[in-house]
């Protein structure tokens, strides 16, 4: 039946295409970085956006519309493009723009480009394609000289709906809620914003990939750190890009966290496929009554795609196993290197999850000073874990420990990554998943050092872009965040990508944020 379904999608996509082909060349759509293109445009009848004349220079957030409703049959058809203003006044000032879906359907693409003397418009950039099938768009854009210069969206087939669109001046873009609850929906909603959108289907069809929305998403304590650790890292490595990190009360599953559940499923539900919510801990740590929130939820599915699964143990110890043991049965499997982390420490823990996903790894937890029983237990059942990457010094996990795993019957290859302190520890990580995994150097994700629930959220954000997480002192940027992009930034022939910022102001100060973002100057 989805066979069957795909091939009468790719049929009425490939006819779409047929029809609007002369339009869209008319148009000048597909016009290379640098050649000149007509502007050709329907207006708008919600919003005067659509010329070069009309082109306001926008604030940090706004909303837009796309109206490009008509019927693309005949050879006249003109898409509705919506275009905003930039103005340099030096060589090289970059842009973070970041446009996402929030209702209708419809995808886009994004250029920047800049009038010719002719009066046409030459393309410069185009958006990169970060959060890959989803119906959004990321681009760094850099003024190649002093002047005005235009970025313009413009819909790929017929459709209509609503956009937010983020200008950052600057290399950063904050990612954040009013609360650590919404900052984790924040998260989800920018690698997954094409929730209830058939046009993305469509093209997720054409691409034979097998899954358009995330598979599920992991639920985690919002206010306790103990089960969650290892479940950062499960989420960023599960196949096709991960899932996202939500949050939630002991005993009460917060509405916002329940509403992105609810879109994400939903998105699933267009191929047909399951969504899984995974439960981090016992009941001790996340009560029956959030999973009975849930159960009702999954039970309202008349076609049975959602399921709820809790992975929970008697300790922390035995669920960061569960969540291995998960892991390692999954279609891709696991790697041959596990990441040992402290278990009663967050710090190290959260700076590893992403280098963890890289490595196709599990997180697996210790005490200070002995290997847990449970852990010990899980390394004995996978022998194809012959390294062990441990988090930290030894002042968190003790050289005994590292002892024990390189003895035998454990005989493990043992390497450890530490620094004088979590900043400094996070760096190391991060630069062993760029010399040793191949992570992307160009852009990192940024939270907090001194608080863990932001740092949950954004770790399978590597999935996406490739790049690892480094963490900050909250007043002002920690001095390895600075040496990290000094040392492993964009360079000639690299591509840039976005610095994230996640979670607000109380958590990586406003000073914090704009030394990162200003530090393209």
């Given amino acids: 039946m989805h066979r069957t379904r795909r091939a009468a999608l790719v049929t009425v996509f490939a006819l779409l295409l047929a029809l609007i082909a002369p339009a869209l060349a008319g148009a000048g759509t597909a016009s290379s970085a640098g050649t000149p ?9 919600y919003e005067p956006d659509d010329t070069t004349a009309t082109a306001k220079v926008l604030p940090e957030y706004s909303v837009h519309t796309i109206d490009n409703s008509s019927s693309p049959m005949g050879g006249h058809f003109v898409p509705d493009v919506d275009m905003f203003k930039l103005t340099a006044e030096d060589t090289g000032t970059p842009w973070c723009i970041e446009a996402r879906q929030l209702a209708g359907y419809f995808a886009c693409i994004m250029t920047a480009s800049e009038v010719t003397s002719s009066g046409a418009l030459a393309q410069l950039d185009t958006s990169i394609g970060l959060w890959g099938l989803t119906i959004g768009n990321t681009m760094i854009f850099r003024a190649p000289h002093p002047g005005t210069f235009y970025v313009s969206l413009e819909p790929v087939l017929f459709g209509n709906g609503v956009y937010e669109l983020k200008v950052t001046k600057g290399l950063a873009e904050r990612v954040a809620g009013d609360n650590r609850y919404d900052t984790a929906a924040e998260v989800s909603h920018l690698m997954w914003p094409n929730a209830a959108n058939p046009i993305a289907e469509l093209i997720a069809q054409i691409e034979d990939t ?9 639920l985690a304590r919002g206010d306790d750190f103990a089960d969650a650790l290892a479940g950062s890292a499960f989420a960023g490595m599960v196949p096709h890009l991960g899932m996202p990190v939500l949050l939630t009360g002991r005993d009460q599953l917060p509405s916002v966290t329940m509403r992105e559940i609810l879109r994400l499923s939903q998105m699933r539900l267009w191929t047909h496929q399951p969504f899984t919510v995974y439960i981090l801990g016992s009941e001790t740590a996340v009560g029956r009554g959030v999973e009975d929130e849930l159960r009702m ?10 399921h709820v699964v809790r992975l929970g143990g008697r300790n922390r110890f035995e669920t960061a196993t569960r969540i291995a043991a998960l892991e ?50 899980f390394l004995l059942a996978h022998p194809e874990m012959h390294n ?11 050289s005994s420990v590292l002892e024990e795993l390189a003895a035998a019957p454990l005989s493990r290859n043992v390497i450890r990554l530490h620094g004088a302190d979590r900043y400094k520890t996070a760096l190391k990580l991060a630069e062993f998943g760029v010399d040793k995994l191949g992570m992307n150097s160009e852009g990192m994700q940024v939270v907090s050092g001194a608080t863990f629930a932001d740092g949950l959220s954004a770790g399978p954000m590597s999935a996406f872009t490739g790049a690892p997480l ?13 040496g990290f992009y000094e040392e492993y930034g964009p360079g000639p022939g690299r591509r840039e990508l976005p610095l994230y910022v996640v979670g607000g102001p109380a958590a990586v100060s406003d000073l914090a944020f704009d030394q990162l973002n200003d530090y393209w100057r």
Avoid: H, Q, W, Y
């Fill in 388 to 398: 062990v990457v441990v988090a930290g010094s030894a002042s968190v996990v003790a």
């Fill in 210 to 218: 097998s899954t358009l929305g995330p598979a599920g998403c992991v």
């Fill in 470 to 482: 480094l963490l900050t002192r909250p007043s002002s940027l920690s001095t390895e965040v600075i």
């Fill in 297 to 306: 939820f999954e039970a309202d599915d008349l076609v049975g795609l959602v």
């Fill in 37 to 45: 293109r007509p502007v050709m445009i329907k207006p708008d009848p």
């Fill in 328 to 377: 390692a049965s999954t279609p891709i499997g696991t790697g041959n290197t596990a990441f040992l982390v402290n278990g009663f420490a967050f710090p190290d823990a959260l700076a590893a999850a992403p280098v963890a996903s890289r490595a196709r790894g599990p997180v697996l937890m210790t005490r200070r000073l002995a290997l847990p029983f449970e852990t010990k237990a």
